[in-house]
């Protein structure tokens, strides 16, 4: 059997979600790998969430939110661009591949983007195999 | 300035010193012939048609009333013997030069004279010089002017060679007594100017206008080419023209906007093998339209080119629409237009109108109706995509004609159908600015038209609170529809105004108090202005009514002092576990 990654999902809830929403009903289909929240501006993603979810088992993490220019809330996608920038460089050192975690931009119109960015997200991730944090807290914890 | 009086005719009057007589003479209704003069332009004198006689006290002169400045207590006589004589001298020294031009024929027959003393001359031109000024002091172009001397003298321009500095405004023509100066007119040169554009540079745009007020084209004002001109401003007797108007920002506080910013009509010329701009018979739906319009440059009229009406006329439909080289989508209106097009030619011309479509939709309330009204007229409808329009003629049928290639699918065949005119059925695309549009009112665009909140059951409003769409501005549709969704938006505005108050986002971020350490991180993060630091606590606060509740703040919180309601760290932790219950331990 080939490995299924679990990858968990935050988006945005004007742009992103919507447009997740929206290959939905278009009936587009993707890979059902990413699982997702809603959080209400993506300028709401901590990075504790995205370690919370790596420490949990994930093995990747999409933010997705407006297209820099296109928030809802102005420019709080800008201060998730900078913070992830930040937060990549030192996803290294916590032990987590620096491609089991991206950060996209997907309109309400892009339902067929939205399908591309979690395709390639999971085949990048199914190539990298299950997380080391994962397999690490499986062996930790006896059966 | 002082007041005179002066008799004209026996017509005691008062006028302004140093008026010209002639103007006092026509503003009591008398009759004075003029040949060199203008009212927009300065008196000139030189045909000395508008001869009268002054007489003040005992001295008796013949002047010119164009010119001549009307003084205390003169008295003038416009129709004496002797100006009668005096001007039947002048219209014959005119006839002798020029002997066959209407206006002094005209004079001629006035004044009596059955036959010219001094013979008639073969020139057109008078000499008097309205052309020239018109064209310095008006237009401002300077092309013509005198040249020679004597017998000789002629108006021309300069080394009689056509300027490059003429720019073709006709004034010269238009002011001309004589009719000696023709503007070329090569009327299918004309007709590539009319279709779409003004038909003068000051004008009403079209009957239905709103407001119905005439305004200036800048392309084609001669103010805007030379600086000079302004007639409109000497004519307009309540001074409405200013011709330095220019488009201006006014900043107005709203509540609510409702964006019906429509559509552009597809490109034709991006489908070149139709041949748009390359045949002057194929015309677009919205020039069809102008054409068909009463008040249009043909007059309702349907004609070509040649300004003879059409024998055959094809409609192609879907142009830049239902193609996966340009718009993938069905701009919903074609078909419908092109059915009226093709009953409206049928009926004024009797034309043989045929159809290229796709599809027919007739999809609203009673088109069905009328597509089949229309297939008992005799409207040809012949299923296929047109592939090309051509002139290339491959028998005697074909000569001088369209050519309209296409594949009749119903019958499986590659046919030739040789027409008059070719109407393109072009469809909507969007506006051009749309998307810089959507980004302004924090608005999603898709294809280029605005989206709606949901397709189904938030059709007029957007993801931003108060910002509303409709029209064509969401997607192509017809007026029934527009109208439809334009009521809806203009309700919704309504009852967000009556209800007089605005509910406030639940879902809000909080500061807590005892947590803040006041290090203002927060404070320049938040877009929306929303968290000041108070002071005296030395902590940040958060505006409940300005927050919208993005929850930037939230994240950034060092001290994790601030959570936004409804997505607190617990709460996005539970979610984060939720989604991973199958591989967490």
Not at chain 2, 57 to 63: E, L, S, T
Not at chain 2, 93 to 105: A, K, N, Q, T
Not at chain 2, 531 to 542: G, H, P, Q, R, T
């Given at each position: 059997?080939?490995?299924?990654?679990?990858?968990?999902?935050?988006?945005c809830n004007w742009c992103s979600y919507t447009g997740a929403d929206l290959?939905g009903t278009a009936?587009?289909?993707?890979?059902?790998?990413?699982?997702?929240?809603r959080?209400m501006c993506?300028?709401?993603?901590?990075?504790?969430?995205?370690?919370?979810?790596?420490?949990?088992?994930?093995?990747?993490?999409?933010?997705?939110?407006c297209h820099?220019g296109d928030c809802h809330y102005i420019?709080g996608?800008?201060?998730?661009?900078?913070?992830?920038?930040?937060?990549?460089?030192?996803?290294?050192?916590?032990?987590?591949?620096?491609?089991?975690?991206?950060?996209?931009?997907?309109s309400a119109s892009e339902g067929?983007?939205?399908?591309?960015?979690?395709?390639?997200?999971?085949?990048?991730?199914?190539?990298?195999?299950?997380?080391?944090?994962?397999?690490?807290?499986?062996?930790?914890?006896?059966? | 300035?002082?007041?005179?009086?002066?008799?004209?005719?026996?017509?005691?009057?008062?006028?302004?010193?140093?008026?010209?007589?002639?103007?006092?003479?026509?503003?009591?209704?008398?009759?004075?012939?003029?040949?060199?003069?203008?009212?927009?332009?300065?008196?000139?004198?030189?045909?000395?048609?508008?001869?009268?006689?002054?007489?003040?006290?005992?001295?008796?002169?013949?002047?010119?009333?164009?010119?001549?400045?009307?003084?205390?207590?003169?008295?003038?006589?416009?129709?004496?013997?002797?100006?009668?004589?005096?001007?039947?001298?002048?219209?014959?020294?005119?006839?002798?030069?020029?002997?066959?031009?209407?206006?002094?024929?005209?004079?001629?027959?006035?004044?009596?004279?059955?036959?010219?003393?001094?013979?008639?001359?073969?020139?057109?031109?008078?000499?008097?010089?309205?052309?020239?000024?018109?064209?310095?002091?008006?237009?401002?172009?300077?092309?013509?002017?005198?040249?020679?001397?004597?017998?000789?003298?002629?108006?021309?321009?300069?080394?009689?060679?056509?300027?490059?500095?003429?720019?073709?405004?006709?004034?010269?023509?238009?002011?001309?007594?004589?009719?000696?100066?023709?503007?070329?007119?090569?009327?299918?040169?004309?007709?590539?100017?009319?279709?779409?554009?003004?038909?003068?540079?000051?004008?009403?745009?079209?009957?239905?206008?709103v407001?119905?007020?005439?305004?200036?084209?800048?392309?084609?004002?001669?103010?805007?080419?030379?600086?000079?001109?302004?007639?409109?401003?000497?004519?307009?007797?309540?001074?409405?023209?200013?011709?330095?108007?220019?488009?201006?920002?006014e900043e107005i506080d709203v509540g609510a906007v409702i964006l019906a910013t429509g559509f552009k009509?597809?490109?034709?010329?991006?489908?070149?093998?139709?041949?748009?701009?390359?045949?002057?018979?194929?015309?677009?739906?919205?020039?069809?339209?102008?054409?068909?319009?009463?008040?249009?440059?043909?007059?309702?009229?349907?004609?070509?080119?040649?300004?003879?009406?059409?024998?055959?006329?094809?409609?192609?439909?879907?142009?830049?629409?239902?193609?996966?080289?340009?718009?993938?989508y069905c701009s919903r209106v074609?078909?419908?237009?092109?059915?009226?097009?093709?009953?409206?030619?049928?009926?004024?011309?009797?034309?043989?109108?045929?159809?290229?479509?796709?599809?027919?939709?007739?999809f609203g309330k009673?088109?069905?109706?009328?597509?089949?009204?229309?297939?008992?007229?005799?409207?040809?409808?012949?299923?296929?995509?047109?592939?090309?329009?051509?002139?290339?003629?491959?028998?005697?049928?074909?000569?001088?004609?369209?050519?309209?290639?296409?594949?009749?699918?119903?019958?499986?065949?590659?046919?030739?159908?040789?027409?008059?005119?070719?109407?393109?059925?072009?469809?909507l695309s969007p506006a051009e600015d749309a998307a810089r549009l959507a980004r302004t009112f924090h608005i999603s665009c898709g294809n280029g038209f605005f989206m709606e909140r949901h397709p189904k059951l938030a059709p007029v409003s957007t993801a931003t609170d108060g910002i509303f769409i409709a029209g064509a501005c969401q997607g192509p549709k017809d007026i029934p529809d527009t109208v439809a969704q334009a009521s809806a938006a203009a309700s919704l505005v309504q009852s967000l105004m009556s209800r007089g108050e605005i509910e406030v986002e639940s879902a809000t971020?909080?500061?807590?108090?005892?947590?803040?350490?006041?290090?203002?991180?927060?404070?320049?993060?938040?877009s929306l202005?929303a968290?000041?630091?108070?002071?005296?606590?030395?902590?940040?606060?958060?505006n409940d009514v300005l927050c919208k509740g993005c929850?930037?703040?939230?994240?950034?919180?060092?001290?994790?002092?601030?959570?936004?309601r409804h997505?607190?760290?617990?709460?996005?932790?539970?979610?984060?576990?939720?989604?991973?219950?199958?591989?967490?331990?």
């Open positions: 059997m080939t490995f299924e990654p679990k990858i968990v999902g935050i988006l290959a009936r587009i289909k993707y890979s059902p790998n990413v699982r997702v929240m959080v993506s300028g709401r993603v901590d990075p504790t969430f995205i370690l919370k979810a790596f420490a949990d088992g994930a093995d990747g993490v999409l933010v997705a939110g820099p420019e996608n800008y201060k998730t661009m900078r913070r992830m920038a930040l937060f990549k460089k030192m996803l290294a050192d916590y032990g987590i591949e620096p491609g089991r975690f991206r950060l996209e931009w997907v067929d983007r939205w399908a591309e960015v979690v395709n390639k997200i999971t085949e990048d991730v199914r190539k990298l195999g299950p997380a080391k944090l994962r397999t690490v807290r499986k062996k930790k914890i006896p059966a | 300035m002082k007041t005179i009086k002066l008799k004209i005719d026996g017509i005691e009057t008062t006028a302004d010193d140093r008026t010209p007589v002639l103007a006092i003479a026509e503003k009591l209704g008398i009759k004075i012939p003029t040949l060199c003069h203008h009212p927009i332009l300065e008196p000139y004198g030189v045909c000395r048609i508008c001869t009268v006689e002054v007489r003040s006290g005992k001295r008796v002169r013949m002047v010119t009333a164009c010119n001549y400045p009307a003084t205390n207590g003169i008295e003038v006589l416009t129709n004496s013997d002797r100006v009668r004589r005096d001007r039947k001298l002048i219209i014959e020294w005119l006839m002798s030069r020029c002997g066959h031009v209407p206006v002094l024929e005209q004079l001629a027959k006035e004044y009596g004279i059955v036959e010219p003393r001094f013979g008639r001359g073969d020139d057109d031109c008078i000499l008097c010089g309205l052309c020239v000024r018109v064209c310095s002091d008006v237009v401002g172009a300077n092309v013509l002017g005198f040249f020679g001397r004597g017998t000789t003298r002629e108006v021309s321009t300069a080394f009689g060679e056509t300027s490059p500095k003429c720019i073709g405004c006709g004034a010269c023509a238009y002011v001309c007594p004589t009719g000696a100066i023709r503007i070329e007119n090569d009327s299918e040169l004309v007709r590539e100017a009319l279709p779409l554009g003004p038909l003068t540079p000051v004008g009403i745009p079209f009957m239905q206008a407001p119905h007020k005439p305004v200036i084209d800048r392309d084609s004002c001669i103010h805007f080419k030379t600086g000079e001109c302004k007639v409109c401003e000497k004519v307009c007797e309540v001074k409405a023209i200013d011709h330095k108007q220019t488009d201006q920002i009509p597809s490109d034709p010329q991006a489908i070149p093998e139709y041949g748009y701009g390359k045949f002057k018979n194929v015309l677009t739906g919205l020039e069809f339209e102008r054409m068909n319009s009463a008040s249009g440059p043909t007059g309702g009229k349907i004609l070509l080119a040649n300004n003879q009406e059409p024998k055959q006329v094809g409609i192609i439909h879907c142009v830049g629409s239902r193609d996966e080289r340009h718009n993938k074609c078909c419908m237009y092109a059915l009226k097009f093709a009953h409206l030619i049928k009926e004024k011309t009797g034309a043989e109108v045929y159809n290229f479509y796709i599809d027919m939709r007739c009673g088109y069905e109706e009328f597509y089949h009204r229309l297939l008992e007229e005799g409207v040809r409808f012949i299923r296929g995509r047109a592939a090309s329009v051509t002139d290339f003629p491959l028998n005697d049928r074909e000569v001088g004609k369209l050519v309209v290639r296409v594949e009749d699918t119903l019958i499986g065949e590659v046919r030739r159908i040789p027409l008059d005119m070719v109407v393109l059925a072009t469809g971020s909080v500061v807590d108090a005892e947590k803040c350490a006041g290090c203002r991180i927060c404070n320049t993060l938040c202005s968290i000041s630091f108070d002071e005296e606590k030395k902590i940040s606060v958060i929850g930037t703040c939230a994240a950034a919180c060092p001290s994790a002092a601030i959570s936004a997505f607190t760290d617990e709460q996005l932790f539970a979610e984060i576990e939720g989604a991973l219950y199958d591989v967490r331990a």
